[in-house]
Every structure is written in C-alpha cells, then in structure tokens.
C-alpha cells in the first residue's frame, strides 16, 4: 500500500533582512615612487627658498638700480619697490666711466677663452677618450693633478709666463691662462667617451679618417657639452677681476669688473650707480645664456647618442 502524500506546508512570507552594505572600493596601495601631499609641499617649500635666496639678491639691485635720488636706501624699512623709477643711474654710469669700452675689452677677452676652450678641448677631449697613444694615463693623471691646485697659487707663474711672452698689460695676456682649462678638457673626455665604439667602428670600416670621425661622429653627439662649456666659460671670464687687475696697467684697456671700481669714490659712493652698473654687467651673461640653453637643454634631453 502506497502511503498518503503529505499536505503541502503554506509558504511562509519571507521577512525583509537588513539592507546590504555596501563594500568601500579597495585603496589602491601607494608605491613608493608617489610622494605624499605633506611631502610634495615640503618639496615645493624648500624650492620657493632656494629661489628667493638665489634671485633675491638680483632682484634687490635691479630694484636700487631704478630709484630716484629722492629715494633713501639706507632706511631701516627700506621698499622693494621704487617710488619713482628712473634710467637715469645708467645714464649716469656711462658719464662715470667708458663702460663700452671696458664692455668691449670684456667681449675680447671672453672670445678669445671661448674659442681657446671649445677647440682646444674638443681636441684634448677626443684625444683622451677615443686614440690610443702611449702616456695616455699619464696625461690623464696630469689633468687631474692640476684640478688640486687652486688658481691662487699658480697665479704668480701664470703672471712671470705672461709678461716673458711680452703680453703683459694686453687683452691677450688676460684671456691667455683661461683658454684652455683643464675641467673642460675631462668634460670633453667624458661626453665623447659616452658615445659607444660600434659608432666609431664603422665610420673606421667605410674609411672615414680621425678627423672625420671627430667631425661627423663624435662633435653631434657632444653639442650639449659644447653649450655648458661655452656658457661657463663665458661667466668665468666675464666675471673674472684679480687677474685682469694684475695684468693690466692701462686704464683703457680694463675690462668692465675692473673697471667698475672707479664708481666706488674715495670718500663717498652712489650705491645707485654701483646697482646700475652691476646690472650693466649681468646683461650679457643673461644673452648668452638664452642663446646657448636651447642647445644645453636639447643636449640632456636627447643623452650623449642620437638615435
């Protein structure tokens, strides 16, 4: 016998639970090259002091190059910027003292050590870093050797070798010692040692000679160098005020740093004129800067290969 089938249970409605939460997205972890907010601030903080410490200065000249004779610099709150800014302190310099003329030495000098440097040590450069001669090291070590001197001490020699050449008191005499400096020379060395040798093997293998492969291979790859080389040597002989002062008897033929000394008088001085003169001074360094950084910028940007 079949049992009966049991009756069938009522649905029982179901009860309404609690509502679902819902689950916060997961935190992407941080890596560790992401800085954190506190971080990044702090870094642009220590950015904005560095720079007020470095244009500061520049700044606060430009700005007592342009004031008035009715302006008071010496006071204790003293402004930023001038009541009444003028040009007439430039004026007023080139009245003071040729400053073309000493402007014009300056140039002389300065090309004549840029184009000491840029040729002299290209050569060198290659030279060290690209043939093989016997003392290689040795001149290596002698660059370098020098580089633990400083200035001061072989400024005496440098003088005694300057006037034996009959340069003394002349623009050649000044720009001489720093035609050729020897940092440059290793700089040199070091960007055309980053070029790689398969380059130079196979400029070698189609017959190309040494100076072909110094100018088709190795001066592309180096123009970077070449701009911060150029642009050193510039300021450096720009900005340059104990040897000139050493050299140089003639007042005619002082360069500009030498030269504007004689804004500072005897018994009283113009700090006004000696902010406009100063400013005179920089002007150039900023041009060549700004023509050169194109190629200084495009240079690290590229690497020391083309591709």
């Given amino acids: 016998m079949t049992r009966p089938a049991a009756p069938a249970r009522p649905a029982v409605p179901a009860q309404p639970g609690p509502p679902a939460r819902r689950t916060a997205p997961a935190r992407r972890p941080r890596s560790f090259n992401t800085p954190s907010t506190g971080r990044t601030a702090l870094h642009y903080l220590l950015l904005a002091v560095v720079l007020l410490l470095v244009i500061g200065p520049f700044l606060w000249q430009l700005s007592t190059s342009l004031k008035g004779p009715d302006e008071d610099v010496y006071t204790r709150s003293p402004s930023f910027i001038p009541e009444h800014p003028t040009f007439a302190n430039y004026a007023k310099v080139a009245d003071t003292i040729p400053v073309w003329t000493y402007a014009a030495n300056s140039l002389v000098v300065a090309a004549i050590a840029i184009f000491g440097n840029v040729v002299g040590c290209t050569l060198a450069g290659y030279a060290l870093a690209k043939l093989r001669f016997r003392g290689s090291r040795l001149v290596l070590g002698l660059f370098l050797a020098t580089l633990v001197l400083p200035g001061e001490v072989t400024i005496v020699s440098q003088y005694v070798t300057v006037r034996s050449l009959g340069l003394a008191d002349s623009l050649v005499g000044v720009a001489l010692p720093g035609a050729l400096a020897m940092l440059n020379v290793l700089l040199m060395r070091t960007a055309f040692a980053a070029v790689p040798p398969e380059l130079d093997q196979a400029a070698l293998v189609d017959g190309a000679t040494v100076w072909q492969r110094l100018w088709h291979v ?90």
């Fill in 218 to 307: 190795g001066l592309p790859n180096v123009r970077g160098m070449l701009s911060v080389i150029v642009i050193f040597t510039f300021i450096g002989a720009w900005d340059d005020f104990l040897w000139p002062l050493i050299v140089l008897t003639d007042p005619q033929k002082y360069t500009l740093t030498v030269g504007l000394q004689y804004l500072n008088g005897t018994f009283s001085s113009n700090p006004r004129l000696i902010a406009a003169g100063t400013m005179i001074a920089f002007l150039p360094i900023v041009v060549v800067f700004g023509v050169c950084q194109r190629f200084f910028f495009k240079g690290v940007e590229e690497g020391a290969v083309k591709g």
